[in-house]
Every structure is written in structure tokens, then in C-alpha cells.
């Protein structure tokens, strides 16, 4: 009997190893899906030639990976002041390092052109993910990450 159990688990953890598929939760931060709204939470699946993002089971979008046409990285840096206040009323010196503190926020944005449906988005990922999403969207597509915030506007 024991025999049996491990040549069944043998077989069985590594079979949902491999059937594990490449997702990441996301907040979806504006773009051209009108099924969404800004601060939305989604699922992106990377699969080998689509992308595709679902929405409580529902696929709500899929894009061909050779569709995309830019694969784009920037950040949100902000100072913690409103956590800095509050911490000021209870302990002045702990508020005062709070204010010192920052907080970033992750964005990837992308576009596509598939014919003649064109559009993009941008997602909030988590600081722990967002190279992993960068990383996989760049081998997907052939692409490389342009970084938002060292691109310069010219008027």
C-alpha cells in the first residue's frame, strides 16, 4: 500500500508542477477595455503566443503576443505624509521618519495593433512580481521593456 501511495505521488506532484500556468494578479490602471474599471483586479496569463487577462473566470481580453507592439515599464514614487501625520500625533520622532519614507507603485503598460483592433493598457503590478511580468513579456513578444520614466516629453 505504501508503495502505491508514492509511486502515485511520484507521479501526481509532478504532472500540477508543469500544469501550473504562468499568471500574475494585477490592478488594472486604465487603457482602451471598456469591461474594466480603473482599479480593477485581474489575472494576466502569459501563454506562449497569446496574453490574455480574466476577470472573475471570464477571459476579458486576448492578445496575440506578435500583435504587441510595445511592452513599456515606469513608477509612481510618492512620500508616505498622510501615515506620517497620523504616526505625528501619537509619536512626533516616528512621524518625522515616516515623512522620510517613500512608497513606489509598478506600472507595465502595453499596446497592440491586431488588424484593425488597436488599443493598451496599463496595470499596477506588485513590487515582488513586476520584473518576473517584465521578463516574461519580453520573451513572449521579442520586445524589450521601454522605461517610461527615462523617456523625456519635448514640446
Same mark, same amino acid.
Given at each position: 500500500?505504501?508503495?502505491?501511495?508514492?509511486?502515485?505521488?511520484?507521479?501526481?506532484?509532478?504532472?500540477? /508542477?508543469? $500544469?501550473?500556468?504562468?499568471?500574475?494578479? @494585477?490592478?488594472?490602471?486604465? #487603457?482602451? +477595455?471598456?469591461? %474594466?474599471?480603473?482599479?480593477?483586479?485581474?489575472?494576466?496569463?502569459?501563454?506562449?503566443?497569446?496574453?490574455?487577462?480574466?476577470?472573475?473566470?471570464?477571459?476579458?481580453?486576448?492578445?496575440?503576443?506578435?500583435?504587441?507592439?510595445?511592452?513599456?515599464?515606469?513608477?509612481?514614487?510618492?512620500?508616505? /505624509?498622510? $501615515?506620517?501625520?497620523?504616526?505625528?500625533? @501619537?509619536?512626533?520622532?516616528? #512621524?518625522? +521618519?515616516?515623512? %522620510?519614507?517613500?512608497?513606489?507603485?509598478?506600472?507595465?503598460?502595453?499596446?497592440?495593433?491586431?488588424?484593425?483592433?488597436?488599443?493598451?493598457?496599463?496595470?499596477?503590478?506588485?513590487?515582488?512580481?513586476?520584473?518576473?511580468?517584465?521578463?516574461?513579456?519580453?520573451?513572449?513578444?521579442?520586445?524589450?521593456?521601454?522605461?517610461?520614466?527615462?523617456?523625456?516629453?519635448?514640446?
Amino acid at each position: 500500500m505504501k508503495k502505491l501511495i508514492v509511486a502515485l505521488l511520484c507521479f501526481v506532484i509532478p504532472l500540477s /508542477v508543469f $500544469a501550473s500556468e504562468n499568471s500574475y494578479k @494585477v490592478r488594472y490602471d486604465g #487603457g482602451s +477595455l471598456s469591461d %474594466l474599471k480603473t482599479g480593477d483586479g485581474v489575472k494576466l496569463v502569459l501563454d506562449q503566443d497569446r496574453v490574455r487577462f480574466v476577470k472573475d473566470g471570464k477571459e476579458v481580453v486576448v492578445v496575440p503576443a506578435s500583435a504587441i507592439t510595445e511592452v513599456s515599464y515606469g513608477q509612481d514614487v510618492h512620500r508616505r /505624509v498622510g $501615515a506620517a501625520i497620523g504616526l505625528a500625533v @501619537v509619536s512626533f520622532g516616528i #512621524g518625522a +521618519l515616516m515623512a %522620510l519614507t517613500k512608497s513606489k507603485k509598478h506600472f507595465v503598460g502595453l499596446t497592440w495593433a491586431d488588424g484593425d483592433k488597436k488599443g493598451g493598457l496599463a496595470m499596477q503590478c506588485d513590487k515582488n512580481e513586476y520584473r518576473g511580468i517584465l521578463a516574461a513579456l519580453e520573451g513572449i513578444t521579442g520586445k524589450k521593456a521601454v522605461n517610461s520614466d527615462a523617456m523625456t516629453v519635448k514640446n
